[in-house]
């Protein structure tokens, strides 16, 4: 399975970005899926629901099934958070995990940078920052040695993608 990140601050549009490419992405047939790195606070589950009361009850996993989908929680209880690599190997394979946030892992990642915006560039000191998605290209380009691409424009964007992971091909010549 290759693995493809998007990395930047808050704010700086990476959500965004990263649905346009599964949009675009799956509609071209390439098999997408994803993973999200949050704040330690999040919680899928509420308060009330058969599954939460499992939870509090101490169950270390709980699994919510349906006819559309299903979820798995599992409960870390003072485990240290796992790896991305940890991780990836609960996913069932597909042509391309696109990953957000994780940006310490080692794998190949596109800064996502606005104007304006609190942090500075990542990727001149970071060599598993293979391009830069911004609104401000012009500005971007003398500062890395990186390719820099236009974050409103999709099209280029999933090219790009592709093509460094390899999954260009000519059943994707319109990406």
Do not use: Y
């Amino acid at each position: 399975m290759i693995v493809f990140g998007l990395t930047g601050w808050s704010g700086s549009g990476k959500t965004t970005l990263l649905v346009q490419l599964v949009e675009r992405l799956s509609a071209l047939g390439i098999s997408v899926s994803t993973v999200k790195h949050a704040h330690h606070a999040f919680d899928i589950d509420k308060p009330g629901k058969d599954s939460h009361r499992h939870r509090a009850a101490g169950a270390q996993e709980v699994m919510v099934a349906s006819a559309n989908r299903w979820a798995l929680m599992h409960e870390l209880r003072g485990v240290p958070e796992p790896s991305l690599d940890e991780l990836i190997g609960h996913m069932t394979p597909v042509d391309l995990l696109l990953v957000e946030g994780f940006k310490q892992a080692r794998h190949a990642k596109l800064e996502i940078w606005r104007a304006g915006q609190d942090g500075p560039l990542r990727a001149p000191g970071d060599p598993t920052i293979v391009g830069v998605a911004t609104d401000t290209p012009d500005s971007v380009t003398p500062l890395v040695a990186v390719p820099v691409l236009d974050l409103n424009d999709i099209a280029p964007i999933a090219r790009f993608i592709l093509d460094h992971c390899g999954l260009a091909d000519s059943r994707l010549a319109s990406a």
